[in-house]
């Protein structure tokens, strides 16, 4: 195998949030990274060991344990310190839910989806309704809708229309047969829960410009091993030259293959120069592969929280390159990053046992990412190095409690 580098160390980090001391954040205290070590051995005992008044927290790790000391004076029913301990409350920063990244910055222009058009609120229980979010989702006129129940269409849902506004209101599901954005343009997606999509994706973006996919929910059943990763597909695809996307604040979880983009190292001609997408502050937990896997185009992720990803996360191949910054990784997380070029076996195990072989892509690393011990391959750095626009990049420390606090439904 291939390897320029293997960047496998939690990364020095200048100031830390007062934090619970789960396992997340108590190596997250770390202030250089030669205490990774000192860290590991520390947080092995203290999140699992019953919590007693004699148990003293070491100097390195004190900030991330910040406001428990107290709790540590007698022995609870469960330890504060466990690795499912609640994330702290955090407050969130202003403007952190508007629009950024390439969906907003691009030669169109920004995304605005049904703003200017009417509203319309359809509600799942009938053939009526069926029928009435079929026809809405097309055309070119500005509108907004309203998704209220569960929409388990006999065929999957095709927005092939364009400035539309795609929303979750009271229990907004889109079940079932899944949905295609496909040869539209100006489409926002949004508060909406995805689930249960047999042998294909939750969402597809086919040959579509200008979207935003923001605080959703996309997930299939958590029994990701034994389900295998070919009962479902993926639960958001990008595919075929679409271009100029934002895919922010949503709840990725409890899935085989998580996010595609580009489905075919044999579409070089159709999908190079486009597939520009920024993914931020995602919650990616209990998935297998693709977190996410991109062919031939660019990619920005930073501020993304990985919690168990169990076989690979980010995989840039086929020239295809991404910008990997302020991101934490944890849990049961084999390999955060690879530019290596093979499909590896796990990712299609039922097709490709061996793994299948495509050339490799490119990976910069631009902010401190903090990789928790998963592998990291980057066998060639590309000229990615900056995002063509502006952003604001959280406080790495703070990742883990502001993406699980304020990532999916109901947070807008």
Known sequence: MKLLSSLVALSSIASASAQVCNADNCLRGLRSPERVAEAREFCGTFTTAPVTATASIPTFAAQACAGNVASRTATPTTSVCGPDASY???SLPSGAFDLVGYAKENPIGPVSGGAGGPTTTITAGSTAANSALIAAVTGANPLTI?????????ARLRVNGSNKSIIGGKNGTIARNGMTLVNATN?????????GVLDNDCMTIQNTTRVWVDHNDLSSNPNIIKNGPDLYDGLMDVIRASDWITVSWNYFHDHYKASLVGNNDQFR?????????????????NLGTRGNAGRFGHQHLYNNYYKDFRYQAIHSRSDNQVLVEGNVFTGDTREALSTYGLVIPEDSPNTSP????????????????DFGGSGVNITQVGNFTTAPYSYTLSPLADVPALVVRYSGLGKL
């Open 269 to 285: 001609s159709i999908d190079f120069g486009h597939l520009h997408l920024t993914y931020h502050h995602n919650y990616w937990r």
């Open 187 to 195: 489409i926002i997606v949004q508060n909406l829960r995805f689930t």
């Open 88 to 90: 702290p409350a955090i």
């Open 146 to 154: 309203i998704i209220e129940g569960e929409f388990a269409l006999p």
């Open 354 to 369: 061996l793994g299948d072989f495509e050339i490799d892509g490119y990976a910069n690393l631009g902010a401190t990412n």
